[in-house]
């Protein structure tokens, strides 16, 4: 009996040690696959490194003049569903006329152009009531747009943003901006694609880029094409230019979109104060600025205010969307050719590509130091034209109507008999400063 009992003892022990092996083996053979295995897979498949939330996705798609567009990434839970079709009316009975207010009961808050050659500019709707308009500028990234978003919906608040391009495109925005577009309701307009400061002062080609550019990376990551209503120019500069005018009307645009209050240059305590029925508000995607969104929201709240779109204060249709079967093939950049003989009157205080030709002309006459073109209507540039008025027998006033500037670009436009030498500093404090800016770096 004691000897079966060693038997089946060591009979155990063997199982039991066999077992320990097996169990060694396996945990080798997985070591070895997690200290190998990136080596022994096939060539054609790598691990993809996890982006940052900043990384900009690859930019080689967007040329200068075409961009490939694939629309086959976006997610389908943030697409809107197909429109249904409209039904059949039966033929309205004849009823007078109604007046334009009583078309559109909006007529009386919107601006009107400066002239049938531009858009308006919208700086704040013409109302009393207790409503206005949110807007955020440049959406740096997805994690702080989502904040903003956030915020506003916290508040019942809608927001119309104004992203560049280049943001546009950063890793984690795609699904911010369905969002956005498609199930808050909100709005997304046209800040450019690399929001250059001065954009009147760039060729043609630099400009319809700049603004169609970021229509494009918008359509890329909506997956729709989709027709923005405002382009929003860096600082306000350029809001006159003829060439924006025309190309945005060219391509279905409403108008060029300014503010009533720039809430990033007002301190935190003043915000409430500046709160006013039918006023545009900018704010800016950074932390200091979501304290004063949140001041501004908070003061709108208790005050009984309405914070709409732009497309809702001014009583436009939302911006329209085409919905995209399968993938955006390529798309040119339309062409854009402007007529250099397009006159409009041209004021002190103007920033255009226009102002820009008046001061070379200005130059090449002898009126104006040539090197002082810049685009900006400034002191100097008034009393140079003041002087070709004087020359030619006008009203030296120093604005530039159609006349003069039909008289200063016409062949026998006569020369300063006096010409201003070369090296002469430019007259006028204001004008010295704005070119000085012009040498900063853009922010």
């Excluded at 070591?31 to 996890?50: H, K, M, N, S, W």
């Excluded at 990033?264 to 704010?283: A, E, H, M, N, Q």
Aim: proline share 7%; with cysteine.
């Amino acid at each position: 009996m004691p000897n079966r009992t060693v038997r089946t003892r060591k009979r155990s022990l063997g199982l039991l040690y066999a077992l320990i092996g097996l169990l060694a083996a396996a945990a080798l053979a997985l070591g070895c696959y997690i200290a190998f295995g990136d080596r022994l897979r096939p060539a054609d498949v790598e691990a993809a490194p996890t982006p940052s939330e900043d990384d900009f996705v690859d930019l080689k798609d967007l040329p200068e003049t075409e961009v490939v567009l694939r629309a086959d990434t976006y997610r389908e839970e943030y697409l809107p569903t197909s429109t249904p079709e409209p039904e059949d009316t039966p033929e309205p009975t004849f009823t007078p006329a109604p007046t334009l207010e009583a078309l559109d009961p909006y007529t009386a808050r919107r601006p009107a152009a400066a002239n049938e050659n531009m858009l308006p500019v919208f700086k704040k709707a013409n109302t009393t009531d207790k409503v206005i308009a949110i807007t955020l500028d440049e959406c740096s990234g997805a994690a702080i747009t989502e904040q903003f978003v956030a915020l506003a919906q916290k508040y019942n608040a809608k927001l119309t943003l104004f992203p560049t391009g280049e943001n546009i495109l950063k890793n984690g925005m795609q699904p911010v901006l369905q969002r956005c577009a498609f199930q808050l309701g909100y709005e997304i307009e046209n800040r450019g694609f690399t929001s250059l400061a001065k954009l009147f002062r760039y060729p043609e080609n630099m400009l319809v880029q700049e603004i169609w550019k970021q229509s494009m990376a918008l359509n890329y990551v909506l997956g729709v094409r989709y027709q923005p209503h405002f382009l929003r120019l860096y600082g306000g500069l350029g809001e006159n230019d003829i060439r924006t005018h025309t190309y945005l009307k060219q391509q279905g645009y409403i108008g060029v979109a300014h503010w009533t209050v720039s809430c990033s240059d007002v301190s935190l305590s003043r915000i409430p104060g500046k709160l006013t029925p039918g006023g545009i508000y900018l704010f800016k995607s950074t932390k200091e600025d979501g304290e004063r969104m949140k001041a501004l929201m908070d003061a709108a709240r208790s005050e009984g205010y309405s914070m709409v779109t732009l497309n809702e204060l001014f009583g436009y249709e939302p911006n329209a969307f085409e919905r995209v079967d399968g993938s955006l093939l390529a798309e040119t950049m339309p062409e854009f050719h402007f007529d250099d003989t397009l006159y409009t009157d041209l004021y002190p205080g103007d920033t255009a590509w226009g102002v820009l030709k008046l001061q070379e002309r200005l130059g090449q006459l002898g009126y104006l130091v040539n090197s002082s073109a810049d685009g900006i209507f400034g002191e100097a540039t008034t009393e140079a034209l003041r002087l070709f008025q004087a020359t030619v027998g006008k009203a030296a006033s120093g604005v530039g109507d159609v006349a003069t500037l039909q008289a200063l670009f016409a062949e026998d436009a006569p020369k300063n008999p006096n010409p201003i030498p070369v090296n002469q500093p430019i007259s006028g404090t204001g004008q010295q400063r704005l070119l000085e800016e012009e040498l900063k770096p853009s922010e």
